[in-house]
């Protein structure tokens, strides 16, 4: 070891496992009683680390391909005690990205192996002296930018502020929307750092009423046939049409938080790009933000103090691949195709999602449960990826731009196939990602995957480490809290370790095992317990996780309980059986200010969207037949539901519309 201390600029979490990997791959192929060397020196402006042994080696051949992911040695296999060959590949990509290097060096087979990390030191940057001021000048009078912190988590939302003020900033905090718009009146902030999701109003409507506000005038997009009611974007555009100067995902290093207030303050931004339907003055600076370390930049071009900056915490446009800027197709009806930019998605509202279900959560249902509710997640029916990669995607990627946020649910459990499909649902428009490893049924069992893979965890981590490789977009899993006699709390632990350690920071528990013989999915549903206190525990023993439950919840009431132990709440069947049980989702959980739609609103609307489906060939029944609980409840819905099975039946030549 070298005798003076060297300083890195570096994660010391991530460079523990860079050599934590790196020690356990040399133990792991040394005989026993075998040597395994740990150096570091410094060699001019860069700091070497060696591990060495006396191993098995490495053949020739595999050298140039020691990192690629998957890849393992023939002898390695022989004694890897389940290793899929992830490490390497892993520690590469992390060693890269604090700007250094790896090599892999070996003599060949039973000559033991070396590997040289090559990290940067860390330069001193000078601090420059300070001129006196002189006798005969007066001092300049100092402005404080004022900055207004708005966030539901409170303890965040402290420390920021305790940061801010540490840099000088005058700062005013608030945990919701309403106090948001309060406070914003009161200090007259130059600056807000404004939350999305956020209960009584959410950051979008709380934006739109700070800048109504006298003082704070300007910058809102003026194209009328843009907006949705009342002046506010839609919500599947609000990513496009916002009031915000900029978007950023969170976490930040306190630097970029810094740059932003400041550039947010008055200070133009090198390059601008002005949103679609915005005015000229109101433009943002954006980036690519496929990795977390990228910024978002957040810019007001205009004088200090003369509007309104604000910087909300979701990112930007996802440039696409090739020139910035470009469009591609979404959604594919005939030889049509329609065109649009979405936003990132990191930072979805997962408060509460609408369960993946066969043979009912398809895009006719979809559109129906959207017309309801504006702002729940979606989730398609689990798609196999062998239907994707060897049948006709558009089949089951098809939909509707309406339908946003929307999620789709791959069931497979080959690593490099689902990478694939995880890009497919990029390029097809998709928010998110998601595993099936929920579904007992036994045509899933039979093609290896859907709950049994709750038996091989290093599998299910391969699978997630290839999709997040393949994709930008937020992976995530559906999953039970076991399966069979594999049902004890800390296996659960354990999986839902190997799950996060992957990159999985979303897990959608069905609070309940799984029995893969003996009953049918149906009494999957119903016969195992419920156990709630479990999802309660898990949330508390990953806090870094983000939790959503899901089993047994029949009601909003059910769902504003649960949200109290854990992040979110997924419904399913009671959500199909009677979908305007959503009417109120919006304003209960999101803190929309719109009214609800009545029965008779949806149910025409929907029979627009049929008239458009019908013209392009789709079968009446195909659409009808999500209707049937729409009038639940009501008077006459009996007479609705028979009437409704007769029309909708297959192959009935009436295929007219209905009355409201």
């Not at 043979?359 to 017309?371: E, S």
């Amino acid at each position: 070891m070298p005798p003076e201390p060297i300083h890195l600029e570096a994660d010391p979490l991530r460079l523990a496992q860079v050599l934590a990997n790196l020690l356990n791959n040399a133990a792991k192929y040394t005989e026993e009683g075998g040597r395994i060397r740990l150096s570091a020196e410094r060699q001019g402006s860069d700091v070497i680390v060696s591990v060495k042994d006396n191993g098995i080696g490495i053949i020739a051949e595999m050298l140039p391909h020691i990192f690629d992911i998957f890849a393992q040695s023939p002898r390695a296999l022989l004694r890897s005690p389940g290793g899929l060959g992830i490490g390497l590949s892993l520690v590469k990509g992390l060693v890269e990205l604090h700007g250094g290097s790896i090599e892999a060096r070996s003599e060949g087979a039973d000559r033991g192996s070396e590997f040289v990390v090559r990290l940067p030191v860390a330069v001193a940057t000078p601090v420059p002296a300070v001129a006196p001021p002189k006798e005969d000048e007066e001092p300049k009078p100092v402005t404080k930018c004022r900055v207004l912190i708005v966030d539901d988590n409170q303890d965040s939302a402290d420390s920021l502020a305790m940061l801010l003020k540490i840099k000088g900033y005058e700062v005013g905090t608030a945990y919701d929307g309403e106090q948001a718009v309060e406070a914003a009146g009161t200090l007259r902030p130059n600056v807000v750092l404004l939350d999305i999701g956020m209960p009584k109003l959410n950051g979008y409507d709380a934006c739109w009423r700070i800048r109504q506000q006298p003082w704070g005038p300007g910058d809102v997009p003026d194209r009328p046939d843009r907006l949705g009611p009342g002046g506010r974007p839609p919500p599947h555009r609000r990513g496009r049409f916002q009031p915000a100067h900029g978007q950023a995902g969170g976490p930040r290093r306190p630097h970029e938080v810094t740059g932003c207030s400041v550039r947010g303050a008055g200070r133009p931004a090198k390059q601008t790009l002005s949103g679609p339907g915005l005015p000229s003055r109101c433009r943002t600076a954006f980036r690519p933000c496929r990795r977390p370390r990228e910024l978002s930049s957040v810019v007001d071009r205009g004088r200090e103090g003369s509007r309104l900056p604000a910087l909300t915490g979701r990112s930007g446009f996802r440039p696409l691949r090739g020139e910035r800027g470009s469009k591609r197709p979404i959604v594919t009806r005939g030889d049509q195709a329609s065109y649009h930019r979405r936003p990132m998605s990191p930072s979805i509202d997962r408060r509460l999602c609408i369960a993946p279900m066969m043979d009912r959560t398809d895009r006719h249902c979809r559109y129906l449960l959207r017309l309801i509710s504006r702002h729940v997640l979606l989730y398609t029916e689990m798609v196999a990826t062998g239907a994707l990669l060897h049948g006709d995607p558009a089949r089951a990627l098809v939909h509707d731009p309406a339908e946003h946020p929307l999620a789709l649910q791959l069931g497979g459990s080959a690593p490099e196939a689902l990478a694939l499909c995880a890009r497919l649902a990029e390029d097809w428009g998709f928010d998110e990602v998601n595993l099936n490893l929920g579904c007992p049924s036994e045509r899933v069992q039979e093609h290896r995957f859907g709950a049994c893979l709750m038996a091989e965890p290093e599998r299910v981590a391969a699978c997630i480490a290839a999709m997040r490789a393949g994709t930008g977009l937020p992976v995530t899993v559906k999953t039970r809290l076991g399966i069979d006699d594999r049902d004890s709390y800390d296996e659960l632990c354990r999986f839902i370790r190997a799950v996060s350690a992957a990159g999985c920071r979303t897990v959608i528990l069905h609070a309940r095992k799984a029995w893969l013989q003996g009953l049918s999915p149906k009494e999957n549903r119903e016969v195992p317990p419920l156990r709630y206190d479990w999802v309660h525990a898990l949330k508390c023993d990953f806090p870094m996780v983000e939790v959503i439950i899901n089993g047994g919840l029949t009601g909003l009431d059910a769902v504003e309980a649960q949200l109290a132990h854990v992040d979110g709440v997924m419904i399913g069947r009671e959500a199909y059986r009677n979908p305007y049980l959503l009417a109120e989702a919006d304003r209960r959980f999101f803190g929309a200010l719109l009214p609800a739609p009545t029965r008779a609103e949806v149910l025409a609307r929907y029979e627009d969207y049929m008239r458009r489906e019908q013209a392009a060939g789709t079968p009446f029944h195909h659409m009808a037949r999500h209707l049937a609980g729409l009038f639940l409840g009501q008077p006459g819905a009996r007479q609705w539901r028979r009437g409704l099975a007769t029309r909708a039946a297959p192959g009935r030549a009436d295929r007219g519309l209905f009355v409201a």
